[in-house]
């Protein structure tokens, strides 16, 4: 009862929630309602109405049917007996209408509830619209005939009303089939999106890829099973901290703590994307490397709705990476020692008065295959860089200070060769990147500047800022490049005509195999050339952000 009053006070408790018996109740209430509405207009209209067999009966029978919707235990009887009591109430409506025609007329409107009844009910709709239709019709035309008033005048005169009642009903019928498919829709969503979200879940705790998600609050709404299993890695020895600046994040390579404002999870907060930065998680033998990227996401009006945190674990990878690098080393150094004795003795029997011209030849024809077997060695180094399957071990460096390496490097080599290298340099250039492969680039592009430049030259390395850009340039006063040779400078093994003939050793492959590390950097390698003026080589990487450069929250 009470969630019946609920129901007809508009409360919280819906009418699908009710049980069978409360539904019929509530359907067969307004009938009965209305029926004691017109009791009491009858009071007031025609009190003589009360002496009328037909208007007792009917109030009778529809109380009667009352009774029997609130005893009938609905719910352990088959789905659509219930329809049994919008059928019953055609009889009270139309025998109420035919006793009270003289008096109160269109009494017979009361079988628009068993019509609505019967339409808005669901079931079989079709066959309950055409059987609610004939109901009332029959419910006027019965009196008719049984009063010997069944002309065809009165039948046409009568028909109004049933159609009006039919028309309410197909459109009962309309609505409630629409309601119902609507309600079904509403039903599945939370299914669908409770499953699909099960299966993301899933999807998450199955790949081999650590996944954190904040809200647009930096509170924590997902961690998946791996990246939960990497967060305990950085934990320090018995604490069981939340905080990411308490926890043992180090730069990849170095016993140094990453400071607070530049962990990646701080930067990604403050509105920076970062993409497989690589740092360690934790000191030991529990420790792990990962690549981290990360960035926040918009929710579909545009405005920030968090931010997404991937960690992939890259331990073995980045031992793979540096027994790698160890072996180059050692290799490079076995090929380097001996060369560079040859050379070394070249040059000193090079110096002796005692030579014969031919013999000073043929050490000159050693000398030169023995520097052409040196760049060979130079360029498997850097092939080794971009032809590995494993990912590019990004870590914060300063441009300005490998530019600044490099000259001190290669300085030997220019003054062998009568050749002035300078190195200009304007502030620290954070970037970041694979140490090697960048070395490996500028290593390259000081070594063809001198290889291709004459005694008495200038080289010149310069590095500056340039807009979100950190620029490297080297610029020669050498042989300079054919504007038809430009446009395959950077293709591997092919080298220019300038360079075939005047007998410069190389394999073309150093500069093809540059670009190609730049480009895995973000950046890209250009050239400018003049011929028998010079080139310059110019290198670009995107600016690493520093704690500095990040939107203030």
Known sequence: MEKLLDVLLLGRV????LSMRGRVVLSQLPLNLTMLLVCLIAVIADPEIFGNPGFLIAQGWALALLVVAAAVPWDRLPYGWFLVMPVLDFYPVGLLRYSTESTLPGLGLLAVFPIMW???SGYRPRIM????????????WVPLFLGGRATPHELAANLVVPFMLLAIGVG?????LSGMAQQQRVQELPERAETRERLLDTVLDTVDVGVLVLDDHGENTYLNAKERQLYMAALPAGSSTTNEAELLIYWEGRDELVPPEQRPLERVLNGETIEHEVYQLGRGPEARTVSISGRQFVDAAGNKAGTVLASTDVTEVVAAVRARDKFLAAMSHEFRTPLTNILGYAELLHDDPSLSPAAKSDLQIMARNARHLNHMVDDILLSSVTGSDAPLLRRPLDLSELAQEAVASARAEATSRGIEVEVTVDGPLPVMGDRTGLVRILDNLLSNALKYSDSG???????????DWAVCSVNDEGLGIAPEDLKRVFTRFQRSDAAVRSGIPGTGLGLALAKEVAELHDGRLDVTSVVGVGSVFTLRLPLRKTHADLPRA
């Open 14 to 17: 819906r009418f699908h929630d």
């Open 118 to 120: 019967l339409a808005g």
């Open 457 to 467: 030259t200038h080289v010149t390395l310069a590095t500056c800022k340039d807009d």
């Open 172 to 176: 009962t019928s309309v609505m409630t």
């Open 129 to 140: 619209v055409s059987f609610g239709g004939i109901a009332a019709l029959l419910m006027v």
